[in-house]
């Protein structure tokens, strides 16, 4: 990846489109901290440089990934859906080193009320939930750490239709709650259809923004396409 | 150009709810389950006691249980390692070079040549040198397996030798004996002032004692939260902000620094540190741990499970015993049991 610049402001919803390869991924992954090292570049939230070597940091800095691959990056499967919502945020739920099991179950029954998580229990195992409702607890995992970036990768990857639409629903509602919030998504309908604005990646550079207005299937899918592909369809 | 992937998880709803001719399978079957090494610990005792005359003997019980505890010791912190995925091959050396710093503190304390001095130790003194010795072993596994990346198997696995060769040096080959009084107490004594209690052996209480804490880090607080997160998966552990190598090394550190503490009670329930202490123990170790439902591949399993696993193993090495059964089948009869446990907790896992 090189030179890729963006910015995504409060209560914003910027779509990252880009075909299999095209970095975004990386990108969200970058911001995320998980590639210290290997990075470089400024990163500022709410106007203050952040500098970010570890996802540790980066939660600190108000910035959340749902990664693309739940069941590897997001869950730990054998456990409930109130310990795996409070996984990320177990800091503010600790008084001398001990968790305050009231206070995790009540944030995991706040957080199954509020994003419609569909399980018997909060003692649930989220192995067992549906590939919609474990999104949600990695979502909720998320919220409980009161980001103010959000970044999702692929968001409604392998989800049913029903609960695709609760999570636009969410994705639009936590936006207008005043978060900023960047969905990298290989599903060209679905970037349209929730993004305020809408970046284009192609071999790790950025190629192009359009504005919801400006953004058609056709511009997009264009600026999406690999310049070396571009040319030779010319020819 | 889309990418085409399956979907498996959209199609697997949540559990659906079982018409009522599965209702009583569900409710008993999982319970069953569930408690099944209490089960098999049961089935044992009430065997034992039909089939044998001596084992409600308070000779016996007291023998099961101060033979118990430094297993106890032993397989309470190596959860501790199995929950994050790892594993502490370890112990058995690391509790021998406890035992007999502690003993050859207590009895010679340390001559430093340079400046001619002998530095001698109380008793306590010497207990805490030997604990401290099984920390310092704890953190370079911890190190060896966090820093350096050694797989937890092979990283243990040198440190299995390196201690046990520490041990050989320190005591030049030869058992260190007769330790004095403190150490009688600890290692063969009872809570005979305490009324009711008076029979229970000083070992077993001290071991209680530490499985009782560790049970408790284990549930309750955020770093054993981290060690249930980080075995069940590494990866999600990492991107949620726990700091997975700190929550290693303090998993191998607590083992480490139990195995010094078993150290302790060995040499003193023998009233003697022999150099060839604790070989082969790791295994007892491991054995109760998986007999207590605890998964290899980390993230599953509980401190009150192993204390299951290792009473279940202590009445068995005592029932044999008492069955005379010849040693060479006793080995054979608990390897079985292994397998067994770890057979039923297979095919059982997809019940959870």
Redo the contacts between chains.
Sequence with gaps: MADVSLAVRAGEVVGLFG??GAGRTELLEAL?G?HPGRTTGTLRVDGAVAAIR???E???AGIV?A?EDR?????????SVA?NVS??S??TL?RF???S?RREDSRGRDAVARLGI???SIA??VG???????QKVVLA?GLACGPRVLLLDEPT????VGAKREIYALIDDLSRQGLAVLVAS??LPEVLAISDRILVLAEGRMTAEFTRAEATEQAVLHAAIPRARRTGAVA | MMRVSPQPDATRAATPAAPESVAVRRSILPLLIRFRSLLALLVLVVFLSLATDSFWSEQNLQNVLRQISVNLCLAVGMTLVVLTGGIDLSVGSTLALAAAVTAGLAKGGFRLDRWNTLVEFTPAGAIVAGVLTGLLVGLCNGVAVTVFRLPPFVATLGMLSIARGLTMLWTSGNPIHDLGPVFAFLGNGRLDAIPLLGWVPMPIVVAGLFAAVVAVVADRTRFGRGLYAVGGNERAAALSGLPVAGIKRAAYLWCGGLAGVAGVLLASRLNAATPDAGIGYELDAIAAVVIGGASLSGGRGTVAGTVLGCLLIGVLNIGLVLLDVSPYWQQVIKGLVILAAVALDRATAGRR
Aim: glycine share 10%.
């Design positions: 075909l299999m995320a998980l570890s996802p540790r980066a939660l600190a990934l990664p069941k590897a990056d997001g869950l730990v499967l054998d456990a310990k996984l990320a177990l800091d600790t080193g001990f968790v099991r569909k399980t018997p649930q195992a067992a939930l549906s590939g919609g409702n474990q995992k990857r392998g989800i049913d290989s599903e």
